[in-house]
């Protein structure tokens, strides 16, 4: 197992940020395996979505209307709402593991890896990246 832990700055804003070119440098040159992305934090999740085309956007709409950020939330330290932020990680896991053939990510044509990030407080993620030999 090879293992590499990067650090992601996703801003003052909710993100869908694309990793699948990080995840492919990883990757690249090894063999069939499985490479298996980790975000070691309680309010950021991983989801494997298109983007580009309004799925990133539509995808952060769509959890703006499941988890709204008012004051619902018994969780209430940080931003107003932060609550929904602790809540996300159970919508979208903070992992997700890809399927490695010859060196190369197994995704569909349109799909790529993403760091879903809806906590304005927190503006700088860790991923780990684990790369298991097939």
């Known amino acids: ?5 990067i650090e992601i700055r ?13 995840c492919a440098r990883f990757v690249d040159g090894e063999g069939d395996g499985l490479l298996h992305v980790w975000v070691p934090h309680a309010t950021a999740g991983l989801a494997i979505v298109e983007t580009g085309a309004g799925s990133d956007d539509d995808l952060l709409a769509a959890l703006r209307d499941l988890l709204p950020k008012d004051d619902r939330w018994r969780h209430r330290h940080g931003s107003p709402g932060h609550g929904r932020d602790h809540v996300l990680p159970a919508f979208l896991p903070p992992y997700a593991t890809i399927p490695v053939l010859g060196g190369r990510l197994a995704l569909g044509t349109w799909q790529s890896v993403c760091l879903v990030d809806t906590n304005v407080d927190n503006p700088v993620r860790k991923v780990r990246l684990s790369y298991l030999a097939g």
């Open 10 to 22: 996703t801003g003052a804003a909710e993100v869908v940020r694309d990793l699948t070119d990080e």
């Open 1 to 5: 197992m090879r293992s590499e832990e």
